[in-house]
Structures are given as C-alpha cells and as structure tokens.
C-alpha cells in the first residue's frame, strides 16, 4: 500500500477520535463549541477539496471530472461553514434556511453531477438505455413518497417558514433523495469491478453525508439543533473519506478488458429493486388513498399490480434459464454426475466458443477481424489516458494479390491468405495483435511502440514479404504496402488512427508498392489533392481537358526524326497542367485509365495521319499503354477498331508496355501475338526496372527494348555505364531495336554512339511539342540532316 496514503488514512482516524474529544468536553460551551467546530470543520474541507483537486489534475481521462465536481462540493462547503460561522457569531442565532444553506445545496448539486459522471464512464460496461429507464422509475417512487409523507407535511406545518427556508428543507430532501436512489441504482448495475471498487469509496462518504443530513434537518426543523451536536462530525468525516477516495483511486487502473458482465451471472440482479420498489409504493398508493377510490381506480392499481409480477416472474425465468445454459456449457460442468451432462456442457460449451469464434475472429485465417481490433485499439486508447506512451497501427495491402487470386483461382487465393497470416504471426511474435480488415488488408496494433520501433518492424516484414510463397506447386509473390500512424502522434481516436494509417498505406502504393509511409500532415494534403483530382477526372474525360504532347524520337547520328512518343496532359482549368505522374496512377484505380487510354490512341492515330497526309510519311507513333488497359479482353478488338477508324497503317503504331505487363506471361504472349499479326510493333518501356524474365525474353513477340531514364542518368557518375552496355548488348543479340530514353547531355550522346545505339529521345533534342510545334521540328530536323 501507499505510504502516504496510509498516512493521510491515519490522519483522519486522529481527526475524528480529536473532533469527537472535543465535542464530548466543549459541549456545554457554545462561542468555544461553535468556533471549534468551524475550525475543524473548515480544516476537514480544505484538505478534502485540495485533495480531489489534485486527483482531478493528476488522473487523466474522462473520469477525472468526477473529482472535479466533487472537490467543487467539498469547496462550497467550507464556504458555508465559514458563513454559518460568522452568521452566528453575529446574529448569536442557528441559522436555517439561508445562504449558507443556499451554498451548501450547490454543492449537493455537483455531487449529483460528480454521479452522472460515473453513469458516463460506465456507458460501455452496462446497458444505459434500460439503465436510464430504472433511474427514472426509482426517482419518480421517491420524489413521489418524499412528497407525500415528508415534503408535503413540512410545508403544511403550522410553523410559519420563509419560502426561502421551505425552499431550502424540500431541496435537502430532494437532493440527498437524489443522491440516495442514483447511488442504488449504480450500486446494483456497475458490473465492472474496478469503476464498482472506486464507486464504492464514493459511495460511503455521500451516504454519512445523506443520514448527517437526516439528523440536521429533523433537530433544526423542530428547533432541537445545538452547537456541539455529534452530527457535526459526520459532514467532514464524509468529506474527508470523499478526499481519501480520490487519492486511492490513483493506485488501480479503471478500464478492465472483460467489462461486460455476462447475463444470467449473479451480479447482474440488482435491477430487481425497481420491480420491488414500484410494487410497494402501488400498495402504499393503494392504502393512502383508502376509502378515496372508485371500482375504475382499484381496478386501474390492480392492472398495473398483476403487469409488475408478470414481468418480474418472466425476468425471473428467463435468468434461471440463462443460468442454466451457462451451467450445462460448463461453469458446474465438474459437479454434474454423469456422461449426459457432461457432454451436453461440453457440447454448448463449444457452442459459446464457436460464436465468440464467429463474432471476433476471422473464419479463414483465425486472425482477429475488424470488429476485435478496432475495440482492442479502444482499449490501448483508453489505457494510454492513465499513463503516457505510443502505440502505432499498421495498415497494409498485399501487392499483386489481385492478379495471383485470378490466375490460381479462389481456392489459390484463399490458400495464399492463410499462408500471408501464418508469415505474419511468425514474423511479429506474440506481442503484436494481428487482424485481417477484408480482402487482403491487414491491420497490426503495436503497443508500446514509438515511431523508430514501427519502422524497424515495418522493415521486417518488408523483408520477410519479399521471399517467395508456394501456392499448388507455384512460386508467386506478394509483397507489402505499410501505412503506419502513431498515438497520439497521428490521432487520439480509433477512426483516425485507422483512416491516417490507411491513408499512408495507400500512398505507400502509389509510390511503387513494396514499401512502408509514416503518416504526416504532408502525406494527409496528398491524399486530399488525390481526392479532390479523383472527384474531376471523370468531368476532365467529358469536358475535353486532356491533352496530347509529342517528343521526338531521333536517329542519334543524323539527328533526324524517325518518330515519336505521344505523352498525355491534364490542363486543369483551375489547377493548370498536371503531370500524367500524378493522374494516371489514379485513373488506374479508378478504372478510368480504359476510356483515358482509348482516348489517347485514337488522337494519336488521327494526328499520324494527319501528318501522313501532310507529307510526314517516315515517322512512326509510340502509344504507352498501361497493364490493366492491355489486359482488357477487348484490346486488340479496340485497336482494330481504332486503326480502321483512322485508316492509320498499322506498321506505323507503336505500343509501349511497361514490364508488370510481363508478370503473367502466359496469358499475354497470345495477345501479343495477335497485336503482331495486325502489324503493329511492340516495345517494352522503362526496361531494366521491372519484372522481365531474360528466359521469357528471347520468346516474345516484341521489337524494341528502351532503355529507361535512370539508366541513362548514372552514365554522368559512371561514364563506363555497364548497364547500359549490357541492356544494349542484350538487345542487340535478340535482335531487338533499342532506343535510349531521357538523353540530357552531349556526354551520353557520345557514349550512347560510342557503344552503337542508333535511336533515343530526350530533352537534350526536344522537350515534348504540340502537334503544330512537332510537326515544324520535323520539317526543320529534315532540313539539318539534308545540309549535313
């Protein structure tokens, strides 16, 4: 225990035998009995309220207004004892039914308050509808009982009183009545024991306060009240132990993990004292209203009588057959004699687990699902409030599960899950709570984590990710896309937490997969751009915003033009020219790349032949065309469409693919075949930073490598450019064209010749043109090359 605790409860144990001392041998003396008690009183006070108030600044979360109003209380009181004090050292009178009175039920009215708050703390630990509805009850049988056996009687007294002094005796007795039922109302309903623990210590020192009350009121009612009365020990007794309270409350934690009391267990039976309370004061109303009462009056109590018993028989009957069940699933499955009993526990006990399996956990992977998580998060939420700390939440999406699912099947991806929830749970350990959201979403929660430990962890599943899984004798692989936010760092509330970590996942994704995002402020204005853009690229589709830019491909020799790549624009009306960098990922998602990409063709093809007929008869057109547009079913029927609606020479289209097309090579080699067949030539784009397989290489249809930008970039720190040389090698024993791509200097030009790339493109001969720009760049470039 507590030292110092233990001292403060020694404190006011020679508080109270010094105070009772006192009173005993100062009895006799009013001024000394009167400024004694104000003395002691006052000191009781003081300490109690410097007390709760401590308690109020120390605790956190949202019980600490508990003390609050309750230190409010122990405030008003000693303000209206030091009233009482001079009043009567004044007036040399017993006050009653004055300001100090006044103060005091103000107080009272923030004991109420202090109350209502634990209601509010124990909201998810006990029905608070039903709850509502007995409180109701219990306070309208003893308003109505305080009315007519002791209010009404006090204000028909044939003692003259003031109606501040009425006014005053009917709110004691209304409050602390107040007080009286809301204490037996929480008392039989706070089912988890550590609030019922500290709810109790509440409970003690109201209750002396409410009989102090009793004793006080009925002495200065009938003018029996004296200085030096023993009742005067017991209000700052009460208050004292209210003060006491507060500080023990620090030592346990309020928020259990099983805070729902199960039906049917016998903790769960005090709302019987509504039924009970209600039924007497029927039969109170009945014989007070004797020899006053009609047939229709005794019949409408009668009624009322016999509805109250049916619902507590029936209350009654369903817990015994609740309790039962519980019995049979095996709480006294050891004291059953015989083989039947046991098995019909065991096989309802299985019942129970199989729900409770059912409700938290997800069938396929047994991990927990979202519901569990998200109230285990809550939980770590609600524990932060009493200590500080960190807990961060991982939300991760399986890269490439989408594709693996449809080329295995659903069984496949099923098997694929289970197996990604098995690395999981060996990767983390026990200390990590781990669930499925849907789909192949995960979440982790970390408890006890700062932002360095996240990553570290993150990291580790990264790596444990990128080892390949076997799926029915198939290699495939899945890697992971981690958004991480931190408590509090990123939110203080579950929903936050999950929707700032999905939201770096997502740009975790969106910035090449295979990698973690912490969330911040930053990445939260991306996320709202992406929306604001996701919400306008349908309108940009129907309104025409979308524009075609063309960069000239060059014969690096001559420097002439053999061709060109179209390069789509968004120019926003608002936000002006917005790089494909940052749409297409996003039409990718949306499912608008297919409109977007046919929209790029078909200008492409129209301004080829229009240049065709304009007399630019050896140039050809690159087409990017993204792996979910070229694994539409239809794709080859579109493109056949296209080129016979712009009567374009198929051998004059070009159509760039990225290698994630090369994933499934199965399913793309025909229709690669059949873009062939058409004439149209293939190239694989960005080459070297993707996904080829050099044993699939030399068996596809395709005619031209390029070599991607970063590659062409290192030839400025690494002149000898091995990887360029290889790519070019490469291509050149294939047989394949090979075109270098974001040539920016007069040094990789050399180079590029040098090891006899013949064709490239880049800002060093052309930034991408208009349609009207490239075409007088065209007829300039033929110009320089015939002079040359």
């Given at each position: 225990?507590?030292?110092?605790?233990?001292?403060?409860?020694?404190?006011?144990?020679?508080?109270?035998?010094?105070?009772?001392?006192?009173?005993?041998?100062?009895?006799?003396?009013?001024?000394?009995?009167?400024?004694?008690?104000?003395?002691?009183?006052?000191?009781?006070?003081?300490?109690?309220?410097?007390?709760?108030?401590?308690?109020?600044?120390?605790?956190?979360?949202?019980?600490?207004?508990?003390?609050?109003?309750?230190?409010?209380?122990?405030?008003?009181?000693?303000?209206?004892?030091?009233?009482?004090?001079?009043?009567?050292?004044?007036?040399?009178?017993?006050?009653?039914?004055?300001?100090?009175?006044?103060?005091?039920?103000?107080?009272?009215?923030?004991?109420?308050?202090?109350?209502?708050?634990?209601?509010?703390?124990?909201?998810?630990?006990?029905?608070?509808?039903?709850?509502?509805?007995?409180?109701?009850?219990?306070?309208?049988?003893?308003?109505?009982?305080?009315?007519?056996?002791?209010?009404?009687?006090?204000?028909?007294?044939?003692?003259?009183?003031?109606?501040?002094?009425?006014?005053?005796?009917?709110?004691?007795?209304?409050?602390?009545?107040?007080?009286?039922?809301?204490?037996?109302?929480?008392?039989?309903?706070?089912?988890?024991?550590?609030?019922?623990?500290?709810?109790?210590?509440?409970?003690?020192?109201?209750?002396?306060?409410?009989?102090?009350?009793?004793?006080?009121?009925?002495?200065?009612?009938?003018?029996?009240?004296?200085?030096?009365?023993?009742?005067?020990?017991?209000?700052?007794?009460?208050?004292?132990?209210?003060?006491?309270?507060?500080?023990?409350?620090?030592?346990?934690?309020?928020?259990?993990?099983?805070?729902?009391?199960?039906?049917?267990?016998?903790?769960?039976?005090?709302?019987?004292?509504?039924?009970?309370?209600?039924?007497?004061?029927?039969?109170?109303?009945?014989?007070?209203?004797?020899?006053?009462?009609?047939?229709?009056?005794?019949?409408?109590?009668?009624?009322?009588?016999?509805?109250?018993?049916?619902?507590?028989?029936?209350?009654?009957?369903?817990?015994?057959?609740?309790?039962?069940?519980?019995?049979?699933?095996?709480?006294?499955?050891?004291?059953?004699?015989?083989?039947?009993?046991?098995?019909?526990?065991?096989?309802?006990?299985?019942?129970?687990?199989?729900?409770?399996?059912?409700?938290?956990?997800?069938?396929?992977?047994?991990?927990?699902?979202?519901?569990?998580?998200?109230?285990?998060?809550?939980?770590?939420?609600?524990?932060?409030?009493?200590?500080?700390?960190?807990?961060?939440?991982?939300?991760i999406d399986m890269d490439r599960f989408k594709n693996i699912n449809d080329r295995l099947g659903h069984h496949g991806g099923n098997l694929l899950l289970q197996q990604i929830a098995d690395r999981f749970c060996s990767t983390l350990g026990g200390k990590a709570m781990i669930s499925r959201m849907s789909g192949d979403e995960f979440t982790i929660l970390l408890p006890d984590t700062n932002q360095q430990k996240s990553i570290l962890v993150a990291e580790k599943i990264i790596h444990e990710f990128s080892k390949p899984f076997f799926i029915k004798g198939n290699e495939v692989y899945s890697t992971a896309s981690i958004g991480i936010s931190i408590y509090p760092d990123h939110g203080n509330d579950v929903d936050v937490l999950m929707k700032n970590a999905d939201t770096a996942m997502y740009l975790a994704k969106e910035e090449g997969k295979n990698q973690f995002k912490i969330f911040s402020v930053t990445l939260q204005q991306k996320q709202t751009?992406?929306?604001?853009?996701?919400?306008?690229?349908?309108?940009?589709?129907?309104?025409?915003?979308?524009?075609?830019?063309?960069?000239?491909?060059?014969?690096?020799?001559?420097?002439?033009?053999?061709?060109?790549?179209?390069?789509?624009?968004?120019?926003?009306?608002?936000?002006?020219?917005?790089?494909?960098?940052?749409?297409?990922?996003?039409?990718?998602?949306?499912?608008?790349?297919?409109?977007?990409?046919?929209?790029?063709?078909?200008?492409?093809?129209?301004?080829?032949?229009?240049?065709?007929?304009?007399?630019?008869?050896?140039?050809?057109?690159?087409?990017?065309?993204?792996?979910?547009?070229?694994?539409?079913?239809?794709?080859?029927?579109?493109?056949?469409?296209?080129?016979?609606?712009?009567?374009?020479?198929?051998?004059?289209?070009?159509?760039?693919?990225?290698?994630?097309?090369?994933?499934?090579?199965?399913?793309?080699?025909?229709?690669?075949?059949?873009?062939?067949?058409?004439?149209?030539?293939?190239?694989?784009?960005?080459?070297?930073?993707?996904?080829?397989?050099?044993?699939?290489?030399?068996?596809?249809?395709?005619?031209?490598?390029?070599?991607?930008?970063?590659?062409?970039?290192?030839?400025?720190?690494?002149?000898?450019?091995?990887?360029?040389?290889?790519?070019?090698?490469?291509?050149?024993?294939?047989?394949?064209?090979?075109?270098?791509?974001?040539?920016?200097?007069?040094?990789?030009?050399?180079?590029?010749?040098?090891?006899?790339?013949?064709?490239?493109?880049?800002?060093?001969?052309?930034?991408?043109?208009?349609?009207?720009?490239?075409?007088?760049?065209?007829?300039?470039?033929?110009?320089?090359?015939?002079?040359?």
């Amino acid at each position: 225990m507590n030292t110092t605790n233990l001292k403060r409860k020694l404190f006011i144990l020679i508080y109270f035998v010094t105070f009772s001392i006192f009173l005993y041998y100062w009895k006799g003396h009013p001024i000394v009995s009167l400024i004694g008690t104000c003395v002691f009183s006052s000191i009781a006070y003081a300490i109690s309220t410097t007390w709760l108030i401590s308690s109020f600044r120390k605790i956190t979360g949202k019980q600490r207004y508990i003390w609050l109003w309750l230190g409010l209380c122990g405030f008003c009181l000693l303000v209206a004892q030091l009233y009482w004090t001079i009043y009567q050292i004044t007036f040399q009178t017993i006050p009653y039914g004055n300001l100090g009175d006044l103060i005091r039920l103000i107080g009272y009215v923030m004991n109420l308050i202090a109350l209502f708050y634990v209601m509010k703390v124990m909201k998810d630990t006990i029905p608070m509808i039903a709850f509502l509805f007995h409180v109701v009850i219990l306070m309208i049988v003893g308003f109505s009982i305080c009315w007519s056996f002791i209010i009404h009687p006090i204000l028909n007294y044939p003692r003259e009183l003031s109606v501040l002094s009425s006014s005053i005796s009917t709110g004691y007795i209304l409050l602390d009545a107040s007080l009286f039922f809301a204490i037996i109302c929480l008392l039989y309903s706070s089912f988890n024991p550590a609030v019922r623990k500290v709810f109790y210590m509440i409970s003690l020192p109201l209750l002396i306060q409410i009989m102090a009350d009793a004793f006080y009121n009925y002495q200065s009612y009938y003018e029996k009240y004296t200085n030096g009365n023993y009742v005067n020990l017991l209000w700052p007794m009460a208050q004292l132990l209210m003060g006491l309270s507060a500080l023990l409350s620090r030592e346990f934690q309020w928020i259990q993990r099983e805070s729902r009391m199960k039906i049917g267990s016998p903790e769960n039976k005090g709302f019987y004292i509504t039924y009970i309370s209600s039924g007497l004061f029927l039969i109170v109303s009945l014989v007070y209203h004797q020899g006053k009462l009609d047939v229709l009056q005794i019949g409408i109590y009668l009624i009322m009588l016999l509805l109250l018993f049916k619902q507590v028989f029936s209350t009654i009957e369903n817990r015994r057959m609740i309790e039962k069940l519980y019995r049979l699933a095996g709480s006294e499955s050891t004291n059953q004699t015989g083989t039947g009993s046991t098995k019909r526990g065991n096989y309802i006990q299985g019942l129970f687990l199989k729900i409770e399996e059912l409700v938290h956990f997800d069938a396929l992977t047994k991990l927990a699902n979202n519901s569990l998580f998200h109230k285990r998060v809550q939980l770590e939420i609600d524990l932060m409030q009493h200590r500080e700390g960190k807990f961060s939440i991982l939300f991760i999406d399986m890269d490439r599960f989408k594709n693996i699912n449809d080329r295995l099947g659903h069984h496949g991806g099923n098997l694929l899950l289970q197996q990604i929830a098995d690395r999981f749970c060996s990767t983390l350990g026990g200390k990590a709570m781990i669930s499925r959201m849907s789909g192949d979403e995960f979440t982790i929660l970390l408890p006890d984590t700062n932002q360095q430990k996240s990553i570290l962890v993150a990291e580790k599943i990264i790596h444990e990710f990128s080892k390949p899984f076997f799926i029915k004798g198939n290699e495939v692989y899945s890697t992971a896309s981690i958004g991480i936010s931190i408590y509090p760092d990123h939110g203080n509330d579950v929903d936050v937490l999950m929707k700032n970590a999905d939201t770096a996942m997502y740009l975790a994704k969106e910035e090449g997969k295979n990698q973690f995002k912490i969330f911040s402020v930053t990445l939260q204005q991306k996320q709202t751009r992406r929306i604001e853009l996701e919400s306008q690229l349908r309108r940009a589709i129907q309104q025409e915003q979308f524009l075609l830019y063309y960069q000239p491909l060059v014969e690096l020799g001559s420097g002439g033009v053999v061709g060109t790549e179209a390069l789509i624009r968004w120019n926003h009306p608002e936000l002006g020219m917005i790089s494909p960098l940052e749409f297409i990922p996003l039409a990718e998602d949306t499912g608008l790349i297919e409109p977007i990409g046919t929209w790029v063709m078909k200008t492409a093809c129209q301004q080829m032949k229009e240049w065709q007929e304009a007399g630019l008869t050896n140039i050809f057109i690159s087409v990017n065309v993204s792996a979910k547009q070229f694994k539409d079913p239809l794709f080859t029927s579109k493109v056949v469409g296209i080129l016979s609606e712009t009567g374009l020479d198929p051998h004059l289209l070009k159509i760039e693919l990225t290698e994630s097309v090369l994933q499934d090579i199965e399913i793309m080699i025909p229709i690669l075949m059949r873009l062939k067949d058409l004439g149209v030539k293939i190239a694989i784009d960005d080459f070297g930073t993707g996904y080829s397989s050099l044993a699939y290489l030399k068996h596809l249809p395709i005619d031209c490598l390029k070599i991607d930008k970063a590659f062409i970039d290192e030839l400025i720190d690494n002149p000898e450019g091995p990887l360029v040389k290889t790519i070019m090698s490469m291509g050149k024993n294939l047989q394949y064209e090979v075109i270098a791509e974001g040539i920016e200097t007069k040094e990789q030009v050399k180079f590029l010749k040098e090891i006899d790339c013949v064709l490239g493109q880049g800002y060093y001969y052309s930034r991408p043109l208009s349609a009207t720009e490239f075409e007088s760049y065209v007829n300039e470039s033929y110009l320089t090359a015939a002079v040359s």
